[in-house]
């Protein structure tokens, strides 16, 4: 699992708009007698919220209607009714989007003073994806009108988007200029939910409901909260209050499917945003989060058609445009099957990678199965991606992401080690890390808390080979000194609240060491049976008293004491290397190697190959040290790996997997693999030899 | 008894010695480094040409001349300093060298500039263009010329000097790929190792070096993970599959002149049986082809055992 704030970034702009446009229509029904124009978009807009398209559609094509035949010389204010009129048919014509944008321009010329023009047309450009236009826009009317609360919450949405600045500080000053700004506090309380802040996004969201208490994408948020919390009566409640106030109130479900995947619980994320798309079918939201929710569980073909459909309602959505161009790429990428695994790379990934990963895997998955008495069903798929960019977009839809791999379930996608700089990381422990977490997942029907499943995973990398995984280093055990780290009952929130950007390296560490201490201390069955509580629905607190019989706050102190005990006076000498560090490896295999030690050289190499596996000398090294350790299957292993690497001397190479393959005892592949070579380059001397040994090795009156 | 035996034995050698008709000759210019690094770098790696070609181009000492930027370099003292006169005197002296049907191989190092017949390569004193090099090779008509532009920038070379009997490598393919060149460098590599022998027969053509070395120039880009930065040609590749840096050796023992003459005979007979491949049952090709692969592996042991090179 990694993190996903960036998702939810689109679809808090997206929510948002529709927030605008509620807030507007309230606050131009305050402010001033309506105008015509302004007053049938108005209604028009309100149909739409009631899930009634064709209404909307209708009323916005009458007004558009007029405006094609002379609006040229309407006011401002009426060339914004146009804009937002525009708007309401985007849905079955994208090119509404620009004519949306030049009537808000429009709008601005005929009146430069008529701000809400300008803010309408940075809103539209924000949620298109232009943060810099959107932001030269806001500050264009805070140049004029420096305490404007709609732009100023509109920095904040740009802050949000682009990642830089503290969006929720310029929300609240947004708020603090009109505390009956229901779209501020909206924003706040998505940004609240984003973070796991239940609470605090319940307060933003009874704020705004307190201004408005027909907005439904706050009662959207209170029923996220509700249910997500376990809380059944409040779900039902909000539920009852949209439904109120539309019958089909698919922005609700959209925003029940966001918390939903934001909990991993992609299966019940996919279910809303079907309830959704039942209630509105040109929802791009729900569209977008029922596909994006099907490539996560692997239904890659159904989950590629609602990111089409969404696309071509929506052709501006930049995540949907990544992931149609991330689906070409896999396209091209071979899936293979091996086990209990499926595997999805390019052709020379596969060939180079699966000779080593697949097994691996298949060794994961037993040591899983007995420790967690629980078997994911197969096949499980792994995706592997060459370019960083292409994994990113397919965790997040963005490019971007820090993380090297991530688990979905039983959909696992990883970074190839030639996404990143050699040294960069073991994807050998990468890959065994996600797996942990299909079946911590899987185990606890996606309820388990993200710490847990994250500690676990550590854990399980640590366990698998000698070196893997995180370890204690200086900046941890100063942390821990410091009482910086938090304790288990909060640990969550150094995953998503980080206080800084080490923390979450922090916590990874220390969730394992919380998952260790309860393994050591309350016998080898306590993770799994935690997993069982949580897949049935009790709390972490009710988890930790049934499971462990004690008490949340208890278990704190215990931990803390542990962790403390363990450390205690523990100085580090050096840095840990980490599970990625070439040098220290390179310099061992060069020792080995001149110890004429082959057994040292072999294990070094095959450290290293989890590593970087594209080096053909270590390849080469490591068969021939195998060959003399008669382990010839990993000889044979090795000689085809250098083939897939695309070695300068390709009949060469092949001539040495044929004699691989004989001294194996495969008798039969190596004289097809020589007769092979030999059919292209028919005087090759090696060749030719190694064809007379083939002979020679033939069982007395078998095949010549 | 024993002398009579050293006598038979040097008897041996002399009929089995190298009979080749065509001759090699080859000219090496490297120009100047500019920086340290690089002086030594075209140094060392002129010097490993001019033993390339005397022992693997079989070229007589007289005819490779090496032309460089410090003659000081060069441990053999028989380094020329590359000026212009000084190679324009090399190929004036080399045209009065060869004969009908041989191989001359220019081989230029260094930093290369310039356009079209402009085209340069730094030397000491003033450069000489592709223009002169095209003037001075006027006089090798009846050779095959093979010509290297190994160096920044030598992409107009092969339009300046392409031919009939003539192949250019160039490291470039324009003018303004101007970046430092490494193909120089893998060029001569390819010499120094079997890998470039892509068909293994022993033979290295001039496409077969010209391949290995682009290949393994843009293996240093990708493994650095940088813009492939020069995008080596050659003028001819039909010509330049053909021709052969050394020719075969013939041998002067009947009994070895025998064997190739029966290997050569069951490879005309596997060559006739990879064309009818599609028309045979698997199972059939395949006994036939080890039948043939087997016998010529058998000839080729044999010839070895007879004392010839296969």
């Keep these: 699992m990694c993190g996903s704030g960036r998702t939810v970034r689109r679809r808090a702009a997206l929510s948002l708009r529709v927030a605008i446009l509620l807030a507007a229509v309230g606050a131009s029904l305050h402010a001033q007698p309506a105008e015509s124009r302004t007053a049938r978009v108005e209604r028009a807009e309100a149909a739409a919220r009631r899930g009634d398209r064709a209404a909307a559609t209708r009323d916005a094509n009458a007004l558009l209607a007029e405006y094609r035949r002379g609006g040229s010389g309407w006011s401002a204010r009426d060339h914004v009714a146009a804009g937002r009129a525009y708007l309401l048919v985007s849905s079955s014509d994208a090119s509404a989007v620009r004519s949306a944008l030049r009537a808000f321009d429009a709008g601005t010329a005929a009146d430069s003073t008529f701000v809400e023009a300008a803010l309408r047309a940075s809103d539209l450009l924000l949620d298109k994806y232009n943060g810099p236009d959107a932001q030269v826009g806001y500050q264009a009317v805070l140049r004029r009108s420096p305490k404007h609360p709609w732009a100023t919450l509109g920095l904040a949405r740009v802050m949000e988007f682009s990642g830089q600045g503290d969006a929720l500080a ?13 779209p501020a506090h909206l924003f706040i309380a998505k940004l609240h939910l984003e973070a796991e802040r239940n609470d605090s996004a319940l307060v933003a969201a009874r ?28 779900y039902r409640v909000a539920r009852a209050r949209a439904e109120r106030l539309s019958p089909a109130p698919a922005a609700f479900y959209v925003t029940l499917s966001e918390a939903a995947a934001r909990q991993r619980r992609y299966g019940d994320a996919e279910r ?13 939201p729900a569209l977008g989060a029922v596909g994006t929710n099907q490539l996560r569980t692997g239904e890659i073909a159904a989950g590629r058609a609602r990111i089409e459909r969404a696309f071509a309602i929506d052709p501006f959505n930049l995540w949907h445009k990544n992931t149609l161009d991330l689906l070409d790429v896999l396209g091209g990428f071979r899936t293979v099957r091996l086990g209990r695994f499926e595997f999805v790379a390019t052709a020379r990934e596969a060939e180079v990678l699966l000779p080593y990963l697949a097994p691996l895997l298949e060794e994961a998955y037993d040591k899983l199965a007995a420790r967690y008495d629980y078997r994911p069903a197969a096949p499980i798929r792994l995706e592997i991606y060459q370019r960083h960019a292409d994994f990113s977009v397919r965790t997040v839809g963005l490019t971007g992401l820090g993380a090297l791999g991530v688990s979905f379930g039983r959909v696992l996608a990883m970074d190839a080690p030639s996404a990143r700089d050699p040294g960069t990381f073991n994807w050998g422990s990468t890959a065994w890390h996600e797996l942990a977490h299909t079946f911590t997942l899987g185990l606890s029907a996606n309820r388990v808390p993200r710490w847990f499943s994250e500690g676990a995973s550590v854990l399980e990398e640590r366990r698998a080979r000698r070196g893997w995984g995180a370890e204690a280093t200086g900046a941890y055990l100063s942390a821990l000194r410091a009482n910086f780290l938090r304790p288990v009952s909060q640990l969550n929130d150094g995953f998503v609240r980080p206080r800084n950007p080490m923390e979450v390296g922090l916590s990874y560490y220390h969730a394992s060491l919380v998952c260790e201490m309860i393994e050591s201390q309350f016998g080898a069955g306590a993770l799994a049976a935690m997993l069982r509580g949580w897949r049935d629905g009790w709390t972490t607190e009710q988890v930790f008293a049934r499971v462990l019989k004690t008490a949340l706050p208890a278990f704190d102190t215990r931990f803390d004491a542990w962790v403390k005990a363990k450390f205690d006076g523990v100085q580090l000498a050096a840095e840990p290397a980490g599970d990625a560090a070439i040098a220290p490896i390179r310099d061992e295999v060069l020792a080995r190697e001149v110890a004429k030690d082959d057994r040292g050289l072999a294990d070094a190499l095959e450290r290293l190959l989890w590593i970087w596996p594209y080096d053909v000398a270590s390849h080469v090294t490591l068969a021939e040290a195998s060959a003399r350790l008669g382990d010839h299957a990993t000889a044979v292993r090795e000689r085809r790996v250098i083939l897939a690497l695309g070695p300068t001397d390709v009949l060469g190479a092949r001539v040495e997997l044929a004699r691989a393959l004989l001294g194996a005892g495969d008798r039969a592949a190596a004289r097809r693999e020589v007769l092979g070579i030999l059919e292209q380059a028919p005087t090759f001397e090696k060749a030719q030899l190694l064809l007379l040994d083939i002979r020679k090795a033939a069982p007395p009156g078998g095949a010549p | 008894m024993m002398r009579r035996g050293l006598a038979a034995l040097l008897l041996s050698v002399v009929t089995a010695s190298v009979l080749s008709a065509q001759r090699t000759h080859a000219v090496i210019i490297t120009g100047l480094g500019g920086e340290p690094q690089y002086s030594t770098a075209f140094a060392a790696q002129g010097a490993a040409l001019r033993t390339i070609a005397r022992t693997q181009w079989r070229a007589a000492d007289s005819s490779v001349i090496w032309l460089a930027e410090d003659t000081a370099k060069d441990p053999e003292q028989r380094a020329i300093r590359a000026t212009k006169d000084a190679v324009a005197q090399a190929f004036l002296r080399l045209s009065q060298r060869v004969g009908p049907g041989d191989v001359v191989v220019v081989v230029l190092i260094g930093h290369g500039s310039g356009e079209g017949a402009g085209s340069r390569v730094n030397l000491p004193g003033v450069d000489p263009t592709a223009g002169d090099f095209a003037a001075w090779l006027s006089g090798f008509a009846r050779q095959t010329v093979v010509f290297v532009a190994a160096a920044s920038a ?49 033979r290295l053509t001039v496409l077969e070096s010209f391949a290995y070395a682009t290949r393994e120039t843009a293996k240093v880009y990708e493994t650095a993970r940088q813009m492939l930065t020069e995008h080596a040609v050659v003028s001819d590749s039909v010509l330049a599959a053909r021709v052969v840096y050394a020719a075969a050796v013939s041998s002067g023992d009947p009994r070895v002149v025998a064997l190739v003459a029966e290997r050569k005979a069951l490879e005309e007979q596997l060559e006739a049986l990879r064309k009818r491949k599609e028309t045979l049952p698997p199972a059939e090709y395949e006994a036939e082809l080890e039948r043939l692969l087997l016998a010529i592996a058998e000839k080729t042991a044999a010839i070895r055992a007879a004392g010839g090179t296969p």
């Excluded at chain 2, 324009?174 to 068909?199: I, K, L, M, W, Y």
């Design chain 2, 154 to 202: 030598s992409g107009d070379f092969v339009t300046t000097l392409k031919g009939p009997n003539r192949i250019v490598l160039a490291a470039t393919r324009t003018p303004f790929e101007r970046n430092e060149s490494r193909f120089s460098e893998h060029f001569v590599r390819g010499f120094q190792n079997a890998e470039a022998d892509t068909d293994k027969d022993g």
């Design chain 1, 272 to 284: 809303f945003a079907e309830q959704a798309l039942a209630m509105d079918s040109l929802s791009v």
């Design chain 1, 207 to 234: 704020k705004a409901l307190a201004v408005d208490s027909s907005a439904i994408d706050a009662w959207a948020v209170v029923g996220a909260v509700a249910w997500v919390t376990g809380d059944s009566a409040g």
């Design chain 1, 170 to 182: 310029k929300a609240r000053e947004a708020v603090e200029l009109d505390a009956r700004l229901v």
